[in-house]
């Protein structure tokens, strides 16, 4: 089982992005999938989830209204579209597998991306 994600990058404060996370080895639509994110010098912090059905779970306050979760299931991936990014949203962003459905409790998660840095600077 692996994820990858890939996506991030250097972008001005109100800029957008979008990180993709692309499972290998197994079918990502029998899992739910979390994105998480961890800022320099700080503990790592949930972002969105999405369960097998397609539920979303919203797992930090901040990014409501910003950021979006969803998935092609053709594409065997998870997408994390950012708008209206600000420096704080700044961090190593990593996607995560666990069962059908989401958690906010990271040490549920089995299987993580090895990260892509997003960094929100003038």
């Known amino acids: 089982f692996q994820l990858v994600e890939s996506g991030g990058a250097l972008v001005q404060p109100g800029g957008s992005l979008r990180l993709s996370c692309e499972a290998s080895?197994?079918?990502?639509?029998?899992?739910?999938i979390g994105w998480f994110r961890q800022a320099p010098g700080k503990g790592r912090e949930g972002v969105l989830c999405?369960?097998?059905?397609?539920?979303?779970?919203n797992l930090a306050d901040s990014v409501k209204g910003r950021f979006t979760i969803s998935k092609d299931n053709a594409k065997n991936t998870v997408y994390l579209q950012m708008d209206n990014l600000k420096p704080e949203d700044t961090g190593v962003y990593y996607c995560?597998?666990?069962?059908?459905?989401?958690?906010?409790?990271?040490?549920?998660?089995?299987?993580w991306g090895q990260g892509t840095q997003v960094t929100v600077s003038a």
């Open positions: 995560a597998s666990r069962g059908a459905f989401c958690s906010n409790r990271d040490t549920s998660y089995a299987t």
């Open positions: 999405i369960s097998d059905s397609g539920a979303i779970t």
């Open positions: 080895g197994f079918i990502l639509d029998y899992y739910a």
